[in-house]
């Protein structure tokens, strides 16, 4: 889910998501928690992604994505496809990369 409309629905989705990610970790044989680096690094990727997603796809105005996400440095739309894709297409693109990730786990268990 994007974050403009994470940010609209409020805490509740947090604790939601925190419980999602932490059961795809363990899936992948992850540490169900991330260290504080790492987990500031996502953080601002996300906000980053949040800012063109709100403002090129959910129809936030700049200054209304810049107040809710930041605005991002030395970045442009240009560095990022987010072109509306089709739900199969997502579909297949997720089906694809988890089959390869499955395949990269098998080999190392």
């Excluded at 504080?36 to 949040?50: H, N, P």
């Excluded at 709100?54 to 936030?60: I, K, M, N, P, V």
């Excluded at 997502?90 to 990269?104: D, G, H």
Aim: include cysteine; aromatic fraction near 12%.
């Amino acid at each position: 889910m994007i974050s403009p409309f994470k940010s609209v629905v409020g805490g509740g989705y947090k604790d939601c998501e925190h419980r999602l990610q932490r059961a795809i970790h363990l899936r992948f044989s992850l540490p169900a928690e991330l260290g504080a680096g790492l987990r500031k690094d996502i953080k601002r990727a996300d906000q980053v992604a949040a800012y063109f997603e709100a403002t090129l796809l959910a129809g936030f105005s700049a200054a209304e994505a810049t107040e809710f996400f930041g605005r991002p440095r030395g970045m442009s739309a240009d560095s990022f496809d987010l072109s509306p894709r089709s739900v199969t297409w997502a579909q297949n693109a997720f089906v694809k990369r988890f089959a390869a990730l499955e395949k990269a786990r098998a080999k190392t268990a």
